[in-house]
């Protein structure tokens, strides 16, 4: 067995070795003889290219070169200028005031004995905010009613004193100057009465100043003050808002100031609030701010069920009605390059880039003013392609629709493929 195995492996080794050797002088040309011509034909290119003989194969590469193969855009793709009315827009932003807050402050100076409001609650017009210890006003309240007290005798004594000296003057029992020294006491206790009527009522201001008051209808928006601190006079304790109209307090520039008026309608959006608030243009000053050049403008806005809030940010927006036609563009189709507006449009075939000058734009419609540059038989290219070449050839063609059976293949074939990661 060893040696029926021996002989088959040296006949297997020659037989190996010959096939090898008919490869190689090309005897054997079933194995492979396509690649074999392939890699033949590459050597012959290269050394070709390599300048033995190939001066005729350079001149055959040249001939087979293509020509170039115009673009094609769909019809949605171009468009042409048209002529619309582009309303104007003014927009300028400022945060929500309210005009009707109203500042507590206390009269006098003492202790903050309490305080039965806080911060959010409602309050009605007179409604006891609060105490304020005043002491020392009571004391002087006291003081001044005894004083009053004084005069008023005082005063009581000066009118006998002068009655007794008239019926003594009458019967000529005391000179004249004498009753007129009495007149003149009398006066002067009369004077001092009002006087000390006037101090009492003083005081007793001060003393009802020790309860604070609200002034106004609102919510109190903040407290300055807690019980138990010592504030001074005219020192501030409570802050109220009427959040019934509120304010948009927002600048225009110097240009757009001409195009607004007192009581127009401006729409407000608001932030954190989905739906835009009406409001109208309440106020607008007369000069304009010396560092800004921007002219402040006041919109006043109603607010019934209170959904605002001072503070709150907002946008506001006039619209200015076009009372002309204008020959406008898509936006998409005007691009920018160094700070040059154009627009490519394709003119006998081929492709150019047009310079434009821009007038006025419609944010909403998304669409621009064209003062210059295009016609209305201008075909634009509707949006921005990247890598045009001016020159190039271009076409303008239908749109071929997707057969059924080609548009199930389509979607078969895009649910069926793996997602790219």
Known sequence: MKKTWWLAGGLGVVVLAGAGGAWQAGLLKGWGGASGLAVAQSASAATDGKGGKGGKGDKGDKGDKKPDVPLEFALREVVQPALARLPGLVEFSGPLVAPQTAIVRAKAGGTLLNLVVAEGSRVRAGQVLGRIELADLASRVAERGAQLESARATLAQAERAHGNNERLAAQQFISSSALDGSRAALDTARAQLNAAQASLETT??????????????????????????????????????????????????????????????????????????????????????????????????????????????????????DDADRLTLPASAVANTSGQDHVWVIESGVLARRAVTLGRKDAREGRVEVLQGVTPASQVLAARFDNLREGAKALVVADKPVPAEKAAEIASAAASSPLLK
């Open 204 to 321: 007793r201001v001060g003393l009802r100043d020790a309860s604070l008051l609200a002034p106004i209808a609102g919510i109190v928006a903040k407290r300055h003050a807690l019980p138990g601190e010592k504030i001074a006079a005219e020192q501030t304790v409570l802050t109220i808002v009427d959040l019934a109209t509120l304010e948009l307090a927002g600048h225009v520039g110097t240009h757009e100031v001409s195009r607004i008026a007192p009581g127009m309608a401006v729409e407000v959006q608001v932030e954190g609030v989905d739906q835009a608030v009406a409001g109208r243009i309440a106020r607008i000053a007369p000069a304009a701010e010396p560092g800004t050049r921007s002219i402040g403008v006041t919109i006043a806005l109603a607010n019934p069920k209170e959904v605002l809030r001072a503070g709150q940010y907002a946008l506001a927006r006039a619209t200015l009605a």
